[in-house]
């Protein structure tokens, strides 16, 4: 569902799919029954397919095909609004009626941006780093929804702390090949990743690629859909 | 595999299998060879379940079937300590050579202690309660091994705070039914919990039903695996 796509198609497909759910995530325009526009994800993090699925959302995927790399110096959170928007905006233009959820993570530490690694030895330097140490994990996301043009771009900050890791246990997490695919070159949800962190601030999805409380009550708001429960939830 | 047990079953059976995964959480002892014991998990949580088989451990499953009540009013650090190590041996009682795991998940609120709801409608009220605040999670787990008597019992503590939960998504989240083996009425990694749960201050397995990285570096010192990744992990 989410093979690599050939560079720059020039008639992509935006199905048509309901956006059903056991959250209720109905899309509704002031009351009125209105055709449903399909959630499109330009991701290809299996982690975010599962996220959106976790929370009953149905939906198409069709990863985007712009470079995850800004020219200039900006702070984290400006970097992943900035990437987010930039997929969903990508994968947008090949849409006719659609909402469609673009994301980036990156990890945070002592300042420096750090992204998924290059090759073996990038992620054991990337774990070596990170042990012992406290870093943030930035997520941010983007709804831009078609043909309307109405955009949502918001990120999340998680704080966390990895105990001290051991030469053999980075190598063997290496010599896996599931750090190749992730930012900061681990995954909490993952076998070594999740014995690695010692403890989190913030929300645990965030550190998996999407924040899942923040999402699902900014989408709530987007699709204009009621809800007490996210009062106190401003949209920027 | 962790059908309900018949009560008090004469001739309890500890199958012995290897103690494998990616993990290298093998059995050593002072360098040696030694026959491996089982590993057995006293608890039919499949929460717990999913996560020993996360970390790579196999295990066989042997729920105990002791009360899950102590008369006294105790703290709840003593409260998941005193019940996880009461399901450890009383299960080991009836193995002749493992290490038996047993566990136990509470939260507090306000000081209450709150277990499991004892219907849909406890559920409700439980949820309601939890809606806007700030509660804790704690689990305690035990490791029993069997013959040499030894015992290693810890505790973890988890903050976690919940948004604003309208009353249409308390309902529909109870009458999935999935609220009602769970402490506090959720499951941080349900479809609805997942998007109640707002931030957290802790280890987010510990909210699940174990305390992955803590338990990790607990088991390889229980089984005498050098291991200079968990140094500063300090038996109690």
């Known amino acids: 569902m989410c093979e690599k796509r050939e560079p720059l198609p020039r008639f992509r497909v935006c199905l048509r799919l309901p956006i059903l759910g056991n959250l209720s995530l109905n899309y509704s325009h002031n009351n009125d029954t209105v055709p449903q526009p399909t959630l499109v994800l330009a991701s290809r993090s299996p982690r975010r397919q599962n996220l959106l699925r976790q929370i009953g959302l149905q939906f ?3 990863p985007s095909t712009v470079e995850e790399v800004i020219a200039e110096t900006v702070p984290p959170i400006e970097h992943v609004s900035i990437l987010a928007e930039r997929k969903a905006r990508d994968v947008a233009t090949g849409c006719t009626h659609a909402i469609v959820v673009g994301a980036d993570t990156i990890v945070v530490l002592e300042g ?7 090759d073996a030895e990038d992620a054991v330097r990337m774990l070596r780093r990170l042990s012992g140490e406290r870093h943030e994990v930035y997520t941010g996301y983007s ?3 078609v ?3 109405r955009v949502l771009t918001r990120h999340v900050r998680t704080e966390v ?4 890791l051991d030469s053999d246990e980075i190598l063997a997490y290496v010599k896996s090949g599931s750090p190749m695919d992730k930012a900061g070159a681990y995954g909490i949800q993952d076998d070594f990743g999740a014995v690695f962190v010692r403890r989190i601030v ?3 999805y965030n550190v998996m690629g999407l924040p899942l409380c923040d999402f699902y009550c900014a ?3 987007f699709t204009n859909q009621k809800h007490e429960g996210c009062n106190g939830f401003e949209l920027a």
């Open 60 to 62: 198409v995927c069709i």
């Open 112 to 118: 420096e941006i750090i992204e998924k690694p290059v």
């Open 143 to 145: 709804l831009v929804e």
């Open 147 to 149: 043909p309307s043009g």
């Open 161 to 164: 702390w990895f105990r001290q």
């Open 202 to 204: 913030g929300d645990f």
């Open 219 to 221: 989408y709530r708001q």
